[in-house]
């Protein structure tokens, strides 16, 4: 809708995010001091059926979870820094860092889904 993000485009991003996520938490692990930056090739969801959308965003999100899972107690203590930031960062803090940036693209999908079923109603 006016040149913005659809649904689909938020939620690939958001599948996105987590394989980066994951990769920052690895290199937490194996001590490299700066995490790799967020560099997203643009790639276009729209064309996707929201299901194969659905299922990549599962997909990643699972493996996402599965890395946070795994980490004891000495494993969560480790960190790096944000690139963009330029802060230290441990896994919990890269979590809730994860988590506002999905809190923002819920926004938008919820945005989108009133103003869809405001103009269906119309």
Known sequence: MDGKWSIKQHIGHLSEVDAVANLRIREMLEGIPTMSPAVFEPRDYNPWPIAKVLSHFKEERNKNLETYRSLDAKSLQKSSVHPRLKVLMTPVDLAWFDAEHDD???????????????????
């Open 104 to 122: 923002h693209h819920l926004v938008k999908i919820n945005e989108i889904i009133t103003t869809l079923t405001k103009t269906s109603r119309s």
